[in-house]
C-alpha cells in the first residue's frame, strides 16, 4: 500500500516566487495535515483537514499560505510570495477518522524547500 | 494547552547498549495516545511506537518499549541493543483530539547517535 506521497522533494526558488507543494494522502484516509520542520521552531501544524474541509488554519504563518484541497486524494500548500524565512522541510500527514481513538499519522517524505 | 518537553536535546551511546530518551507532557485530558516517531537523516518522519493512555500496559516494539507512567506525565522511549541505524532524531508527540481530528504536539527532539 502506497504510503502519503509528496512532491517535489527538494525545490529551491528565488524569493517573491510561487511556490505550490502538493500531496497524496493514503488511499481512505479522511485526515490530512501539513506541517512545517525548521531549525528554530521544530515541528509545526500549519492546517488540517477532515473530509476536504479545512478545520484549523490557525497555523498559516500569513496571508501569502493557502492550502486546498479539492478532493479526497490530493491536497496542495501553496506560498505566494515566497520569502527566504519560508525555508523549511514541508510534511504532508493523513490518518483515518475513527471517533474516540487515535490514529496513527503517517507523514510523508517531506518537501524540501529552499527560498533564495 | 498541551506541551510536549525533551529534555535531553542529544544523546550518544556505544552499539549494542541500552538508551532511554525522556519526555514529558502537560494536559488535562483523560484519554489521549502518545508517540514516538524517529527522524533519520533522510528527513522522513517514521512511526516507532504508540501508547494509548487507557492502557496500564506498556507498549512494545522489538527493540523499543516506552514506560508510560501516566501520573507523572511521563512516557519515556528505550532503546535496547542499540544498532548503529538508529542514530537519528527522536520526536515525542502528544495526540488531541479537535473536532474529530487528531492533531499531534511534538516535543522538541532529542539527537541520538550510535556510536561503533
Known amino acids: 500500500d502506497a504510503g502519503v506521497i509528496q512532491s517535489p522533494r527538494h525545490e529551491v526558488t528565488e524569493m517573491g516566487q510561487e511556490v505550490t507543494l502538493r500531496c497524496k494522502p493514503i488511499?481512505?484516509?479522511?485526515?490530512l495535515f501539513w506541517y512545517r520542520q525548521t531549525m528554530m521552531r521544530g515541528l509545526e501544524l500549519l492546517i488540517y483537514?477532515?473530509?476536504?474541509?479545512?478545520?484549523?488554519d490557525s497555523g498559516m504563518p500569513e496571508d501569502r499560505f493557502s492550502a486546498k484541497m479539492p478532493n479526497a486524494s490530493f491536497s496542495t500548500l501553496k506560498i505566494q510570495p515566497s520569502e527566504p524565512r519560508d525555508s523549511a522541510v514541508y510534511f504532508c500527514?493523513?490518518?483515518?477518522?475513527?471517533?474516540?481513538?487515535?490514529?496513527?499519522?503517517?507523514f510523508g517524505e517531506g518537501s524540501w524547500l529552499t527560498v533564495v | 494547552a498541551q506541551t510536549v518537553t525533551q529534555s535531553q536535546p542529544e544523546m550518544s551511546v556505544q552499539e549494542a547498549e541500552t538508551v532511554t530518551l525522556s519526555c514529558t507532557y502537560d494536559?488535562?485530558?483523560?484519554?489521549?495516545?502518545l508517540f514516538w516517531y524517529k527522524q533519520p537523516p533522510s528527513r522522513q518522519m517514521i512511526l516507532v511506537i504508540r501508547?494509548?493512555?487507557?492502557?496500564?500496559q506498556n507498549a512494545t516494539e522489538n527493540r523499543f518499549s516506552v514506560n508510560f507512567q501516566k501520573a507523572a506525565k511521563s512516557f519515556s522511549l528505550k532503546i535496547s541493543d542499540s544498532q548503529l541505524g538508529d542514530t537519528a532524531m527522536y520526536f515525542c508527540a502528544f495526540m488531541k483530539h479537535v473536532q474529530g481530528a487528531q492533531k499531534l504536539v511534538f516535543g522538541q527532539g532529542t539527537r541520538l547517535t550510535i556510536n561503533p
Open positions: 488511499s481512505g484516509h479522511n485526515s
Open positions: 483537514f477532515n473530509n476536504n474541509v479545512p478545520i484549523d
Open positions: 494536559t488535562s485530558e483523560s484519554n489521549y495516545y
Open positions: 501508547q494509548e493512555a487507557y492502557k496500564q
Open positions: 500527514a493523513s490518518s483515518p477518522i475513527n471517533r474516540g481513538s487515535g490514529n496513527t499519522i503517517y
